[in-house]
């Protein structure tokens, strides 16, 4: 038996549907993938922190925790968010990136910089249990 066209194309969109209304299934992990994964955040936390009060980040001798120290005053739950200082909405990354630029004196890290990740890291790290509040000032 031959499907006609039509038929192809209905069974397609009852595919299709089916698709996007049944439930995703999530990966499944174990305890041990957990505690394993928690650990190499807090290895990247560390790490963070070892670059929040590195003075070779900028040219100046400067370091984040002077401002910030222990991450204060940087929010991370409130972004992205429009900044001021750059005239736009931004993400946490591009603003870190001002602060390189400005206060110490240095250079942008790219977005992917692995310092840059254990900036962002150690900064949410700080803020832990703050409630998400996107765009907020």
């Known amino acids: 038996m031959r499907i006609k066209p039509i038929q192809t194309g209905a069974l397609g969109i009852i595919l299709a549907g089916l698709m996007i209304f049944s439930p995703a299934q999530a990966d499944e992990f174990t305890k041990a993938d957990l505690e394993l994964w928690q650990s190499e955040f807090q290895e990247v936390v560390k790490k963070g922190r070892q670059v929040f009060t590195d003075p070779g980040l900028g040219t100046n001798g400067v370091v984040c925790a002077q401002c910030h120290p222990n991450g204060a005053n940087t929010h991370p739950e409130t972004y992205p968010k429009f900044q001021k200082q750059l005239g736009k909405v931004a993400t946490l990354g591009e603003m870190i990136n001002f602060c390189i ?8 890290l790219a977005l992917d910089d692995q310092r840059m990740i254990a900036l962002q890291a150690y900064i949410a790290e700080e803020r832990r249990g703050v409630k998400l509040a996107p765009g907020k000032h």
């Open 101 to 108: 630029r400005n206060p110490l004196e240095g250079k942008d």
